[in-house]
């Protein structure tokens, strides 16, 4: 499986921003795609997953900003970024998990600043 992510750059505080993660290989019909994002000296952290029926999980901080969404057709995962502040700055990496296995894509940059 391989995940490829898009949709990150620089945005100023209070932006938007749209992430975008396509899966391509041998997936399942039963999987957990997500978000996780990590900033230097930080450990990596979910931000937000969802399952293949389409409920959704957030982390408290991406709760009432952040918006996961995905289409299984196109085996993709997207994340809405609103409001964002400048500790939102991370490597986002999307992920899907099937079975036992845990699947990354390559990270894609958020800079939050002015």
Do not use: H
Not at 7 to 30: D, E, N
Not at 39 to 45: D, F, I, L, T
Not at 75 to 90: E, F, G, N, T
């Amino acid at each position: 499986v391989q995940l490829q992510a898009s949709g990150g750059g620089l945005v100023q505080p209070g932006g938007s921003l749209r992430l975008s993660c396509a899966a391509s290989g041998s997936v399942f019909g039963i999987n957990v795609m997500g978000w996780y994002r990590q900033a230097p000296g930080n450990q990596r952290e979910l931000v937000a997953a969802i399952g293949t029926d389409g409920s959704p999980t957030y982390k408290d901080f991406a709760k009432g900003r952040f918006t996961i969404s995905r289409d299984n057709a196109k085996l993709a995962v997207y994340l809405q970024m609103r409001s964002l502040k400048p500790d939102d700055a991370a490597v986002y990496y999307c992920s899907l998990a099937q079975g036992v296995q845990t699947y990354w894509g390559q990270g894609t940059e958020v800079t939050v600043s002015s």
